[in-house]
Structure formats: C-alpha cells, structure tokens
C-alpha cells in the first residue's frame, strides 16, 4: 500500500482516517472502532480533541476551513486532515501523555509516508513547516467556541454490529 498516494486522492474523512487507523495497525498493532467525528468552532490554538473515555473526535472546523480556502490544495488539506485525525486517534488509543503522542504521529508518519512528506514534517516541526501562512493564536487572544458540532456521517467504516 502506497500511503502517500492513496492520502492525495482521498475525498473525504473516511477514506482519510481509514488510512491513519490502517497505518497505526501496521505500526503500533493497536486498532479501535466506533469512534464519531465532529467539527466544530474551537479556540485558533486547538486542532482538535479527543476526550478520554468518549468516542468522539471534534476538529477546529475554522482552522480546517482556512487551509482548505488558503491554500486550495486537496493534497494538503488531506495532509493536515490526516495529521489531526492521527494526532486524536493515538489519543484515543490511551496515548495521554502530548509528547508521546505526537512522537508517535512523527515515528508512524515518517514510517508509512516518508521523512520528506508534509505529514510527516507537520509531526516533526509543527503545521507552520508545511503552512507558513498559518498564524499559531495564543490563549490570551479572545477566542470563539461553538457548542452545536456538525456530526460526519459514514466517518467510521468499521463500526461493529451487533444483537442485543
């Protein structure tokens, strides 16, 4: 499997975090399923959250809408996608510890996608090394956070069935 080729022509978040859990898999042998994505208004300084213990992944929609308008680059906007959801599905693994975490999305990127490749160096450096443009705001700076998140549907693919 071609990560780096297969992450350019995705077209939505469930093609994208099929490829972030099929890289974990190879690489830490950990899976999970269930989990909902969500976009939402959050602070400038927050990519997205994962809450222990819940099944949810909610992604600053502002930050995203800026990239996809920014930059106009479906490649790229897959990169930062894959990069979030990497971030937030290592967390809900039980990965609580930040720097381990993103350790992890640097050795798991670098592994399936290559040193040289955005994700990889969004991992490594920061998401000002593949978008410069992108301007970090601080906690101190007056922030806006929605409480409606718009729910993805068909996001997760593997979600078990069952009979009760």
């Known amino acids: 499997m071609n990560f780096a080729e297969e992450l350019k022509e ?6 994208i975090f099929d490829l972030v859990k099929g890289a974990v898999e190879i690489t830490l042998n950990k899976r999970r399923v269930g989990l909902i994505l969500g976009l939402t208004e959050l602070p400038p300084y927050i990519g997205a959250f994962h809450t222990v213990g819940s099944n949810f992944i909610v992604m600053n929609k502002t930050l995203l809408e800026n990239i996809i308008h920014s930059y106009k680059n479906r490649g ?18 039980g990965y609580l ?8 999305c640097y050795a798991i990127s670098e592994k399936v996608l290559g040193e040289e490749h955005p994700a990889t160096q969004i991992a490594k450096h920061g998401i000002a090394a593949v ?7 601080y906690p101190d700076q007056e922030t806006t956070i929605s409480s409606k998140i718009e729910i993805i549907d068909d996001f997760e693919r593997d979600n078990l069935s069952y009979f009760g």
């Open 10 to 15: 995705c077209s939505d978040y469930a093609s």
């Open 76 to 93: 790229l906007t897959n990169t930062y996608i894959f990069h979030i959801l990497l971030h937030e599905y290592i967390h809900s693994l």
């Open 97 to 104: 510890d930040e720097r381990l975490t993103r350790d992890l």
């Open 131 to 137: 978008f410069p443009s992108f301007r970090m705001a």
